[in-house]
């Protein structure tokens, strides 16, 4: 909100973490606080500089891990990118098969599933989606097992393949595959067209 406060925030979570150690620090969508400085203009000039500081800083960062996570590494800034800062880039790409089972598993453990359901097929059918797709999929599911229960006081409170049908009818994943293919071999410096 006002100039200062998120390099006055990063400074204060690595003081938290040097007095804490071990610990991890973990940035989601880093991105928002790591972009370019050529291409955030002058306002992520001090975040990105206080962030470099940081992990550079005076003080060791002895049994603090960084990991920061991405849907757009191609405009992080180059120094914050290189080796000593952020030394593993690894893809997490789209999930297999047998992944989107797991979390479909995951999602479905606690709900009241009829004998009906065939997750494997779900599975099968949610190809190109991401884990947060496949979870908005149950709640979609779940949501049309009691929108029908609602209706039907008196027939069992079951979420039944005919509920992830309907789901799957307008099931359409946030993903696009080629967006996320673009950035597998992704590696610092890269330029992606």
Known sequence: MYVGESERAIRDVFRRARAAKPCIIFFDEIDTIGKARDKSGDTGLNVVATLLNELD?????KDVFIIGATNRPDILDTALV????????IHIGLPTLEARLQILQIHTRKKPMAQDIDLNVVAE??????G???SGLVKNAVDFAVEEYEKAPDSEPLVKMAHFEAALETHVPNTMREEA???EGWRPGMTLG
Do not use: V
């Not at 800083?57 to 960062?61: F, K």
């Not at 290189?82 to 880039?89: I, Q, T």
């Open 57 to 61: 800083g005076i003080e060791e960062l």
């Open 82 to 89: 290189r080796k000593g800062r952020f030394d593993e880039h």
């Open 125 to 130: 059918r949610t190809d190109g989606s991401s």
């Open 132 to 134: 947060a797709d496949i």
């Open 181 to 183: 293919e673009r950035y």
